[in-house]
């Protein structure tokens, strides 16, 4: 048994910041995952309805890594009730080359919420308008505040639209978007505004009916869908995805399983058509947003490439600045 680091969300979040490096991380994720060299099994998800809850099983394997994460990733939603996050989870990096443990990474859900943003980004950075004034975010929890945090750093906007079921909990989200970029950022009760005055809009709810709707696309728009990870989550009227100029997404399996391809398809629309991936867009093996003018929509499912690379830099960070706990064997 060789030794073990143990870092705790404490450590994490030294260690790890929502910056340009880890785009860069997330970004080189999924360049590999383009090169078809990556080793990543489908999703393993279970929901469990009696609790209003979700569990997802995320892994992949990536060239040239010493090693390779397995995270586990529980949501469940009825926890702010009792005074609890909805979200937590764990990531075990694993050597490469022998199997044997190699760090513990007790996160809660910070490098996934981290890993996620960046992704948004990333999508952002490819597809959306070369200028942005004024970005939209649908829903107003952590991912929410991080996902506009994210796209400010490749798309710099002035305004920020904030549109949730709840105007409380979206007051509060443009109070700290706000504070956090020195940009205006209000709440408005009508999602359809926000989406008109946007040129950028990200979506980050577990709605499983849509709340954005393809009457509002408009030109010059760009939309980023990260909440549909379930079979039963649907954000984006599934017309919306067929009218778009450019859909895209992070892995076509598992969009067509769990995200807005699945329920395009399921209406008949998308099928016999095969999406470009994010990570073939950033690998220049397909063209991103053609024209100013252009409609485009990416779809993040959320994939275990991401998840590895994020491990990775969190562990390599963390080691670097002498942070954590080591276990020896």
């Known amino acids: 048994m060789a030794d073990i680091a143990i870092l705790t969300e404490k450590d994490l979040r030294q260690a790890v910041t929502l910056d340009v490096r880890v785009l860069a991380v997330v ?20 929901e469990i309805k009696d609790a209003h809850g979700e569990v997802d099983v995320k892994t992949a394997y990536l060239p040239g890594f010493d090693n390779f994460a397995i995270k586990v990733s529980p949501g469940f939603f009825d926890n702010p009730k009792i005074g609890l996050p909805s979200l937590n989870g764990l990531m075990i990096l694993f050597s490469a080359k022998t199997g044997l443990v190699t760090a513990l990474l007790l996160d809660n859900g910070y490098l996934t919420d981290i890993r996620t943003a960046a992704a948004g980004a990333v999508a952002a950075k490819y597809l959306a308008p070369k200028k942005v004034e004024t970005a939209a975010v649908l829903g107003a929890g952590m991912q929410a505040r991080l996902q506009i945090i994210a796209a400010h750093l490749v798309r710099p906007f002035n305004k ?170």
């Open 160 to 329: 920020v639209l904030v549109w949730g079921r709840d105007k409380a909990k979206a007051e509060a989200c443009a109070k700290d978007i706000a504070k956090a970029l020195k940009v205006k950022a209000e709440a408005v009760t009508d999602a359809a505004q926000a989406v008109g005055e946007a040129q950028l809009v990200v979506t980050t709810t577990s709605a499983k009916k849509p709340i954005l709707r393809a009457e509002w696309l408009h030109k010059g728009l760009h939309i980023t869908a990260m909440g549909s990870d379930q079979a039963g989550k649907n954000e984006i009227d599934p017309r919306a995805v067929a009218l778009a100029d450019l859909y895209s997404c992070d892995r076509v399996a598992q969009a067509a399983a769990l995200g807005e391809l699945r329920a395009a398809r399921a209406l008949g629309l998308m099928n016999g058509n095969t999406p470009p991936e994010l990570g073939q867009i950033v690998a220049g093996l397909h063209p991103g947003r053609a024209l100013e003018s252009a409609i485009t929509i990416c779809d993040l499912t959320g994939t275990g490439a991401q998840d590895t690379a994020i491990a990775s830099h969190a562990y390599a960070s963390a080691q670097k600045a002498g942070i954590g706990t080591m276990i020896k064997s």
């Open 27 to 46: 970004e080189e994720a999924f360049r590999l995952l383009a090169s078809g060299k990556v080793i990543m099994p489908p999703i393993l998800s279970m």
